[in-house]
């Protein structure tokens, strides 16, 4: 080991000691990416919704025209009650603070009244005391809110056991809460607080703590003592660890068992937001009564009483994205434990990822320092695969978060210090070497010097140009079900049988370009109907496709079938030697080749495998083909008209294909006019096409969706000149 390694080595280290270190102090903006990640880890496989006997009766703009502002008298909240009760509610949960009495009780009203006695007063009726007795008896639960005032604390109308470790200290810690008005708070049957994120300063609502403490007592939130009134038990049975107290592990909440974090919070797993959760205040206490479908959806299930509209400030963010009212997500909580899909966050975790950290970050200042940087590059990339594969895996099929971006930035951040290092220190003479020798080493370049000197030029000539690009469809499905060298077989075999149809047919092999092929006509040699060579090319590519798939050539077994999408396009581009003096490829550039690839990545919207532009088509219309629209190509002011490649000459002489011309050219007049018959037409095409090729059932199925690809171009040039 030379002295420069060794300190390369010791500064590596030193890097990768402070990441580690950085990691288990987990400062905030570790934090906050972790939580963006299982974010986005939700919003690539969010919960499904399933009916689920639980709903919201919504408070929402809709109930507030019709019954007025907000907050209502208390009588219309007992009519409320009543209604729900009678139609079979489990339990009633309010997520509504009732601290103050209510300004609109006729007691209330009339003190307000000056000169009237206090003795007439008293003998008004009073909401409060009418909306007490409504709940009393019924299994109505009340939220409470935290304060940061006074000392109070709610009464708690269950008993708690544990097992294991006291775990009374884990959760949230409660100081003081508002009062609830004193008969409505012993006459409900539960009480829980109505907090989802206390303390937390993100606006997303990632996990909810389902208890609260002051140290001495737990106090439940309002979706599990919703669901434990429901379920008519008494007492919430809490597991602690077995060796320490003020951690939780799970709650036992009468026949559901819910996995908590070590703080008593519940994660999260929601679904989209779904109409079919609501239920409008307004269908309830409606004058007629509730319709039957409403009784039928509120019978026998946990009713959270809420409000969405936008005035009375209780949205909040879910982890998908969306602003949903606050009551929705103890709705989702409740659904979840009803579902048993859980998300968790073991307590090792953060251990794991530490070790992660120190571990692979020392392997990668090895690799680099000793080895290579492209080496330690392909390292890095493999571990950052396998960090987001096993991470997205345990997400998937366990429910469980780790978190894959901590070691992957802290393993670049090593890479990046530690390839810096050998290329400044390390390297730097056998980089002199390489300067003053490299161009003799290739055995290209030795080649083209002793044949052709004049060939060292860079640059290149303008020329009529017939452009192709192929593509893999669904390439990166296919690699992520295949070990690295299958998908280097798999490729093999398929681009091997592909790119011989583009030299028998007289074509140029650009390249290849990881699962695409690019390949070009009429260069470096002229070639005569070399837009009608290129389509031939396709088409035998087609063919050749149809065989490997129907001989399973793949190895994928039956059914699996390997697409292709295919764009070709007539233009004029440079083609010529590219790159550095040194090193350079005879390639081609322009904007024909801009064209072709994209007219390729336009397959998949336009449902068929080979598509040509209009430009090509002029030069083979002795092919058989069909106008497939004009579509907008990035980087292009107007729209540019495309065409499907059916078949070849006998294609088009077929009495089939003159059959489905016919139908298709009426079909396209049907889609400029916006006309009725489009759909009958539609089917009539797939009939004839059915007996030309296979291929055109999608293009057919698709087309209908792309009326605006079919409007009159001129509509573009008008509306360029207009800009």
């Known amino acids: 080991m030379t002295r420069a390694q060794q300190i390369g080595v010791v500064i590596g280290l030193a890097i990768v000691a402070a990441l580690t270190m950085l990691r288990a102090d987990d400062p905030g903006i570790f934090k906050l990416i972790r939580g963006v990640t299982f974010d986005e880890y939700q919003r690539l496989v969010p919960r499904s919704f399933e009916p689920m006997p639980v709903r919201v009766v919504d408070i929402d703009e809709a109930s507030l025209r019709e019954f007025g502002q907000w907050p209502w008298p208390r009588d219309r909240l007992v009519l409320l009650v009543d209604r729900l009760s009678q139609m079979g509610a489990a339990a009633i949960a309010f997520d509504v603070l009732f601290a103050e009495p209510d300004r609109l009780s006729p007691r209330n009203v009339v003190r307000e009244v000056a000169g009237v006695d206090p003795l007439l007063a008293e003998k008004l009726p009073d ?91 737990l106090y439940p939130n309002l979706a599990i003592e919703a669901l434990r009134v429901a379920q008519g038990v008494s007492t919430y049975v809490l597991s602690g660890a077995p060796d320490r107290a003020g951690v939780m592990t799970s709650a036992k909440i009468g026949d559901f068992v819910v996995p908590l974090t070590a703080a008593g919070e519940l994660w999260l797993y929601v679904t989209p937001d779904r109409a079919e959760r609501y239920i409008s205040a307004r269908q309830v ?157 290739s055995p290209s370049l030795l080649h083209r010097i002793e044949h052709t000197r004049d060939a060292l030029r860079l640059g290149g000539d303008d020329r009529e140009l017939t452009v192709m690009f192929v593509d893999v469809r669904n390439f990166t499905e296919i690699s992520e079900r295949l070990a690295p060298a299958e998908v280097v077989r798999f ?150 008209k495309i065409l499907a490649v059916v078949g070849n000459e006998r294609v088009a002489a077929s009495r089939e294909f003159a059959a489905l011309d016919i139908v298709h050219r009426q079909l396209i007049q049907a889609l400029h006019s916006h006309s009725r018959n489009t759909r009958k037409l539609v089917g009539t095409a797939k009939l004839r096409a059915a007996q030309v090729i296979g291929g055109l059932t999608e293009f057919y199925q698709r087309i209908s969706a792309r009326t605006d690809h079919f409007r009159d171009v001129s509509e573009d040039i008008e509306k360029n000149a207009a800009d």
């Open 127 to 217: 909401n409060d005391e009418i909306f007490a007795g409504s709940i009393a008896g019924k299994p109505v639960v009340l939220g409470f809110g935290l304060s940061n005032e006074g000392g109070y604390r709610p009464p708690v109308k269950a008993g708690f056991a544990f097992t294991g470790e006291s775990p009374v200290s884990a959760p949230p810690f409660l100081s003081a809460s508002t009062p609830l008005r004193p008969q409505l708070e012993a006459n409900a049957a539960g009480l829980g607080h109505i907090s989802l994120n206390p303390g937390n300063p993100s606006p997303v609502v990632r996990a909810v703590p389902l208890f609260l403490t002051d140290g001495e007592q």
């Open 491 to 640: 490729l093999n075999t398929l681009l091997d049988a592909l790119s011989r149809h583009v030299v028998a047919n007289e074509g140029t092999l650009d390249k290849f370009i990881g699962d695409s092929i690019m390949a070009f006509w009429n260069a470096p040699i002229d070639v005569t109907d070399h837009a009608t060579k290129a389509v031939r090319a396709a088409l035998a590519m087609r063919e050749t496709l149809t065989e490997l798939n129907a001989g399973d050539a793949f190895g994928f077994g039956p059914g699996q079938q390997v697409g292709i999408g295919i764009g070709i396009h007539t233009g004029l581009a440079c083609v010529g030697n590219m790159g550095a003096k040194t090193r350079f490829n005879y390639s081609a550039v322009g904007d024909a080749v801009n064209v072709a690839a994209r007219i390729e990545s336009c397959c998949k919207e336009v449902g068929f495998d080979i598509l040509i532009s209009d430009s090509t088509a002029k030069l083979v219309q002795t092919m058989a083909l069909v106008e497939a629209g004009a579509i907008p190509l990035k980087g292009k002011s107007s729209r540019t």
């Open 285 to 441: 206490i409606a004058g007629a009564g509730a319709s039957p479908d409403v009784a039928a959806a509120v019978n026998g299930s946990i009713i959270f009483v809420g409000t969405s509209a936008a005035g009375l400030q209780d949205i909040r963010v879910t982890a998908l994205g969306e602003n949903v009212p606050g009551v929705s997500l103890h709705a989702q909580a409740v659904e979840q434990i009803l579902s048993g899909q859980f998300l968790s966050r073991p307590d090792w975790a953060d251990g794991l990822e530490i070790l992660v950290i120190a571990v692979l970050g020392c392997l990668l200042v090895v690799v680099t320092t000793f080895v290579s940087p492209a080496v330690a590059l392909i390292c890095g990339l493999l571990i950052t695969a396998m960090a987001l594969v096993a991470s997205w895996l345990s997400f998937l099929y366990a429910g469980l978060l780790f978190d894959p971006l901590a070691p992957i930035i802290s393993g670049s951040i090593t890479h990046f210090a530690a390839t810096s290092f050998r290329i400044l220190v390390i390297d730097r003479e056998r980089r002199a070497v390489r300067r003053a020798f490299g161009h003799y080493l």
